[in-house]
């Protein structure tokens, strides 16, 4: 009796697909994702899938020296990073201008690619490896949405001084100590204690999370070279520090808000087969109401229903967690990527209630692809962790094209553009969830054929 009952649950779950699936299919595939996530977190180009991500950088020289030439190249060098001094040139055009620390600035405050800025100031090569005094600090400018890349850029900016210059460093030094000239007294000993000291970073206190008057986020003096560190949306933020929580508040509002309005119209959708098992589907067709009319009518209320969803999530994540909503540019922003956000959702929603047969089906099914979907795409862990090639995935996911364009819209929109060029660099997203839109209900309409001819 034992093993005729286990047979028959065997037989029950081979015949289920979907069950088959989430039982062992999605298992495998959520912890490929992650794997390839976190497991390339830290990895320098070696093993794993795909090649790891460089941090694209944005490099200002106002020195114009042999030496701060020489600290680009060493930075360059670095297998971590990607430096860009100026625009790419164009075919047929005459090389780009090097960049502005306001072109710098801009580059930060509005483009997810460039999560830091390099500044090196005049008078840097003057005042490199003067060990007897202070030297110009380097300006780090950078988005607290990358909590991660203006810390390894600050790090390597050591690296890279110690690589870039180890003659003038040799030179410099001695010529120090020539200075006191004849047997080392208590000042030359206090000389060689500071050359040792600086060339040891030293994590200090100061900096975002800490109490110090400066912006260094290792207290202004960080190995070689000083650095200073500014965030470029320290005036947006108020000066209340607060800029790191509401990128995060900004980022999981989108993230979390696109991955349950799919689950919320996919539930919505599953009113079709609902009234199909009831007998009141066919009811509804034999009067003058045809296919088309009726998948409409419910693609519009369910849109609807998703719009007041995010609406709602949105004005609870401003009155409670500070999410910036209420400017112009961003209301209006907001406005316009819920709407078609939600008319994509509702579409997507109907197009697997068409194409499912069951409400147990329907389910499965949504499960397994919402949840591929928003791990690709960015609902779950932050894009910028992930290995280089899953920026490219995350464009074949619905997810990633709304959580893109809610990021310009909270994060990445540029105070100093008015609401009308703000809505129109939506452009690109807006334009994709709606092709999405007229693909899903086209598919939906095909798939519907079957209720029409039962």
Not at 246 to 273: C, P
């Amino acid at each position: 009796m034992m093993r005729t009952i286990l047979w028959v649950n065997w037989l029950r779950l081979k015949r289920d697909r979907v069950a088959l699936g989430l039982t062992f299919v999605l298992p495998i595939i959520f912890f490929s994702i992650f794997a390839m996530i976190f497991g390339g977190m830290g990895r320098g180009g070696g093993s794993g899938p795909g090649p790891a991500r460089r941090t694209r950088v944005a490099v200002v020289d106002e020195d114009r020296t042999d030496i701060s030439r020489r600290m680009i190249q060493a930075l360059a060098a670095q297998e971590s990073l990607e430096i860009r001094t100026r625009a790419l040139q164009i075919e047929g055009q005459p090389p780009a201008e090097p960049y502005t620390v306001e072109e710098a600035r801009q580059l930060v405050r509005t483009q997810t690619r460039y999560p830091v800025a390099v500044v090196i100031p005049e008078g840097f090569g003057d005042s490199f490896a003067n060990f007897a005094a202070p030297g110009e600090p380097i300006t780090l400018l950078y988005d607290t949405a990358n909590p991660i890349a203006y810390q390894m850029v600050a790090g390597l900016l050591q690296a890279a001084a110690m690589q870039a210059a180890p003659d003038i460093l040799l030179e410099r030094g001695v010529g120090t100590l020539e200075a006191f000239g004849g047997l080392l007294t208590d000042a030359q000993k206090g000389v060689i204690d500071r050359l040792k000291t600086m060339l040891v970073p030293t994590p200090g206190t100061n900096g975002p999370d800490g109490n110090g008057d400066d912006e260094s986020i290792f207290g202004g003096v960080t190995g070689l070279v000083r650095v200073d560190t500014v965030d470029v949306r320290a005036d947006e933020a108020g000066g209340d520090e607060q800029g790191p929580q509401r990128s995060l508040v900004a980022y999981y509002a989108a993230g979390i808000g696109v991955m349950f309005l799919l689950f919320s119209m996919t539930g919505a959708g599953g009113s079709l087969l609902d009234e199909e098992e009831r007998g009141t589907l066919d009811r509804v067709l034999s009067s003058d109401i045809s296919m088309t009319r009726l998948l409409l009518g419910n693609w519009i209320f369910f849109a609807v229903v998703g719009m007041l969803q995010i609406g709602i999530m949105f004005v609870w994540g401003a009155a409670v967690f500070g999410l910036a909503l209420w400017q112009p540019n961003q209301l209006s922003g907001s406005i316009l990527m819920t709407v078609v956000t939600a008319l994509s959702a509702s579409a997507f929603g109907i197009v697997l209630a068409t194409l499912c047969t069951s409400r147990a089906q329907l389910g499965g099914l949504s499960t397994i692809i919402i949840l591929i979907m928003s791990a690709l795409g960015g609902s779950m862990v932050p894009r910028f962790v992930m290995p280089a090639f899953m920026d490219t995935t995350a464009r074949f996911t619905f997810n990633g094209w709304a959580l893109d364009g809610y990021l310009k819209v909270f994060w990445y929109n540029d105070p100093d553009a008015g609401v009308l060029r703000s809505l129109a660099a939506l452009a690109p997203e807006v334009g994709v969830l709606l092709a999405m839109t007229v693909v899903f209900l086209l598919a939906a309409r095909a798939f519907a054929r079957r209720w029409e001819t039962a």
